[in-house]
């Protein structure tokens, strides 16, 4: 017995142990972005939005009788105009995206706030549950960020595998409104 279980401690100790991080990545406008499991309630079907009619990039959509706000990632993220993919826009953008896939459909993430509350963001894609270990995380470079390119971002993911880079949304920044 003793030789058994000196094999499976060696074994062991010949693993990479880096910490990884549990994600739930999904497509936005094309791109690649996360969000940690930690601060996500849940994702649902995108319901029918309501109330924003200065195209503030915040609306209201129901869930199980809860009234849940929800936050445009073209205003928030990318700092568009909320008149882009809201309301009308949205339903129409994703009824004809529907057509040419029968599998596709508009997602709600819901997110956790530091309050207590829960705020969805509209996501273009159903999302995948993915890992990183902690060597993947990168800062954004400064000179991207000066752009303003992309907000709400607190790091970037990178996969020597071949795999798109995943842009880590701060949950916090998404959930400020």
């Known amino acids: 017995m003793a030789i ?22 999904f497509k936005l406008r094309g791109e690649w972005f996360a969000l940690p499991v930690a601060a996500v309630q849940k994702v649902i079907p995108l319901g029918t939005m309501h109330g924003d009619p200065h195209n503030t990039g915040i609306s209201l959509t129901l869930h199980q009788g809860q009234e849940i706000t929800v936050v445009d990632v073209g205003h928030r993220i990318f ?4 008149s882009s993919l809201m309301a009308d826009d949205l339903e129409a953008t994703f009824q004809s995206k529907a057509d040419d896939s029968q599998t596709s459909q508009r997602c709600l993430v819901l997110i956790r706030t530091a309050e207590g509350g829960v705020v969805g963001v509209p996501i273009d894609s ?4 993915r890992r990183a270990g902690k060597s993947q995380f990168a800062p954004i470079p400064s000179s991207f960020l000066d752009r303003g390119n992309i907000h709400c971002v607190s790091s970037m993911i990178v996969d020597d595998g071949g795999v798109d880079p995943l842009f880590l949304l701060d949950p916090e920044s998404l959930s400020s409104i």
């Open 4 to 25: 058994f279980s000196s094999v499976r401690s060696q074994r062991g100790a010949n693993r990479n142990t880096e910490a990884t991080e549990q994600l739930i990545a």
């Open 79 to 82: 700092n568009e105009a909320a």
């Open 126 to 129: 159903q999302p995948a549950i």
